[in-house]
């Protein structure tokens, strides 16, 4: 199981840190990722860090912006959000792959949080 925390309001070009708590003692082989889907839009990608080396990528839109960590010990992963703007208003989604490349594909998660909600005011 995953949970997302730490969403809220926030006003343009502030910063914001979410998290994401996995339930499992197998964390560090989980490569995990958050996406985000805006209201009547698709969902989509924003960042991953891979479970073997803790490799990152991130969708286009927020690349040098947003930064995922992760803490095995705590079984956690986070995204620390910068320089925010109203384009980043949405629920944000935790999602895991076991053993993962670090896939920007929806489809290769099979583990979903419910999501938080961030609302960034203009």
């Known amino acids: 199981q995953l949970a997302e925390s730490g969403g809220g309001l926030v006003q343009t070009g502030g910063s914001l840190r979410i998290s994401c708590a996995a339930s499992?003692?197998?964390?560090?082989?989980?490569?995990m990722a958050w996406f985000r889907q805006a209201t009547r839009k698709e969902r989509e990608f924003v960042a991953a860090?891979?479970?073997?080396?803790?490799?990152?990528v991130y969708g286009n839109s927020v690349k040098s912006r947003f930064t995922i960590t992760r803490d095995n010990a705590a079984n956690t992963v986070y995204l620390q959000m910068n320089n925010l703007g109203p384009e980043d208003t949405a629920i944000y989604y935790c999602a895991a792959d076991e053993y993962g490349v670090r896939s920007v594909l929806r489809r290769m998660y099979d583990s979903w949080g419910q999501g938080t909600q961030v609302t960034v005011s203009s």
């Open positions: 860090i891979r479970h073997s080396d803790n490799n990152t």
């Open positions: 499992t003692l197998r964390f560090s082989a989980y490569t």
